[in-house]
């Protein structure tokens, strides 16, 4: 079973700062089936990212992500106050299918 | 413009079954691209898929080693829904359960408004 460790737990960052946030993989997975999504309280997930790079529809150029095998990173480059929320990692795979991290809390500073 | 719309009790007895429905407006439950859903959420397991339906010249249901014994996932074509049964619950089945779409690229991209159920005698 492939268990994905989100970290920072909890990240205290600035509107306008830089965000940079990690999931790292138990073993290396395809990034074909890597996504990130984020969630505000009370809202279901969105989904931002999908394909470990490749932006969903309608979200802001801010938000990119990045990596392969094991470590992925998910960045936000100047920070919104809209973006202050949770951040879990998910991946596709064969035993349990699909798994999320624990998630990073973005809160402000 | 797709929407996913939840219904079901928000309070479950000990050992009853768990029954959620998800309407489905702007897509179809026998898509031949899209699959359909179930993940639970709570404080101690995080986000937790449970498991899926879809069609595919016949109908595929999958589900998580975890509840596999106790879960059922059915379409409705008629009423372009589909429904979860969990069976035999115990206070841990407490989550907020939501309906989602996945996608050709093994995400979820549209997700219903989630569903409180607690277990509780």
């Known amino acids: 079973e492939i268990v994905l460790t989100q970290s920072p737990g909890t990240l205290s960052l600035s509107p306008g700062e830089r965000a940079t946030l990690s999931c790292r993989a138990s073993?290396?997975?395809?990034?074909?089936?890597l996504a990130w999504y984020q969630q505000k309280p009370g809202q279901a997930p969105r989904l931002l990212i999908y394909?470990?790079?490749s932006r969903a529809t309608g979200i802001p150029d801010r938000f990119s992500g990045s990596g392969s095998g094991t470590d992925f990173t998910l960045t936000i480059s100047r920070l919104e106050p809209e973006d202050f929320a949770v951040y879990y990692c998910?991946?596709?795979?064969?035993?349990?299918?699909?798994?999320f991290g624990q998630g990073t809390k973005v809160e402000i500073k | 413009q797709i929407q996913l719309q939840q219904s079901g009790p928000g309070l479950v007895k000990p050992s009853q079954t768990l029954s959620l429905t998800c309407a489905i407006s702007g897509d179809s439950v026998s898509s031949n691209s899209a699959t359909w859903h179930w993940i639970r959420q709570s404080p101690s397991r995080g986000l937790e898929w449970l498991g899926r339906t879809y069609y595919r010249s016949k109908w595929y249901n999958d589900y998580a080693v975890s509840v596999k014994s106790r879960m059922t996932i059915n379409p409705d074509t008629s009423k372009n829904q589909f429904s979860l049964q969990l069976n035999s619950v115990t206070p841990e089945d407490t989550a907020v359960y939501y309906c989602?779409?996945?996608?050709?690229?093994?995400?979820?991209?549209?997700w219903g408004q989630g569903a409180l159920v607690t277990v509780s005698s």
């Open positions: 989602t779409r996945g996608t050709v690229y093994a995400n979820f991209d549209y």
């Open positions: 073993q290396s997975v395809s990034s074909s089936y």
């Open positions: 998910q991946h596709y795979g064969t035993s349990p299918k699909w798994t």
């Open positions: 394909g470990a790079s």
